[in-house]
């Protein structure tokens, strides 16, 4: 029996501003995303955190692992990261505290456990990183318990190829360091350059026709905003415009893809189980 391909669509950066807020969950109420990752040392959280929870039983709520975005936590730049990671001198402890701190939070806030975890600027990939985010899942018997994103293997179908090169490379290692610990997506998409002129619809339909199910996308939609910090702003704007339009859902359709949550996926999903 034939069944639609089914896709985690998850938008990222939630609580970052007001307008990311709001747009997001403008799409979340119209059924347009059916995850949606979050930044919960933002002052913003507590508002926006409680509203989002109330879609709890329609998308995927997760934390948006955060080291470089600047909510007043003395957070650093992905340079300072990346050249820690490389040379293996990062703060362990540190990071370690932050992921607790920040998880916490989005617990208290929404009162459960995230349904996943995934990390801004892909943070969590990170060699060093992704040891000690991992032995916090395992210290906090969270095995198993939520699912995590992987970028690999990624589809590249984008205007960035350097982009998706160097981050392909610092996920080396990636999919065997997570196995054993948390089921994982299938595909990887949604890289580009977010500079806001490209046509995005026919990016998003590369990634759809060449996604697995139990594949995910990332996107990054929002409402016009003056927020000069949020360089990719414009970007927001373009993703927001196609995901309300219904060319979106007619994409989907002719594609015969489900934009689903990851707890429904079926078939080839399961092989993902960090596989």
Not at 103 to 126: K, N
Request: charged fraction near 20%; aromatic fraction near 10%; charge should be neutral.
């Amino acid at each position: 029996m034939h069944s639609a391909k089914k896709i985690i669509l998850c938008s990222d950066d939630f609580a970052q501003n007001s307008a990311i807020s709001r747009g997001i969950l403008n799409l979340v109420e119209r059924q347009r995303l059916s995850a949606v990752s979050c930044f919960t040392d933002s002052s913003l959280w507590q508002q926006y955190g409680a509203e989002l929870s109330g879609h709890h039983n329609e998308i995927d709520l997760g934390l948006h692992f955060n080291l470089t975005h600047d909510f007043g936590y003395l957070n650093r730049p992905l340079g300072y990261w990346l050249a820690r990671s490389v040379v293996a001198q990062l703060p362990l402890k540190e990071i370690r505290e932050t992921l607790h701190r920040q998880c916490s939070e989005f617990m208290r806030v929404t009162g459960r456990l995230p349904d996943f975890i995934d990390g801004h600027q892909h943070v969590h990939i990170l060699p060093g990183i992704r040891r000690v985010f991992l032995d916090y899942l395992a210290g906090q018997n969270l095995i198993q318990a939520l699912y995590v994103r992987s970028v690999v293997p990624m589809i590249p179908h984008g205007d960035d190829r350097l982009k998706s090169f160097v981050i392909r490379m610092l996920a080396t290692g990636w999919r065997s360091a997570i196995r054993g610990y948390c089921p994982t997506n299938t595909t990887f998409a949604g890289v580009y350059s977010l500079k806001g002129e490209e046509n995005y619809p026919a990016l998003f339909q590369g990634w759809l026709a060449r996604s697995e199910t139990g594949g995910l996308i990332m996107c990054h939609p929002g409402l016009e905003s003056d927020d000069m910090i949020d360089v990719i702003r414009g970007a927001r704007v373009v993703e927001y415009q196609f995901f309300q339009s219904d060319r979106f859902p007619e994409m989907c359709k002719a594609l015969d893809v489900t934009i689903a949550r990851f707890s429904k996926q079926t078939g080839p999903s399961k092989a993902a189980v960090c596989a």
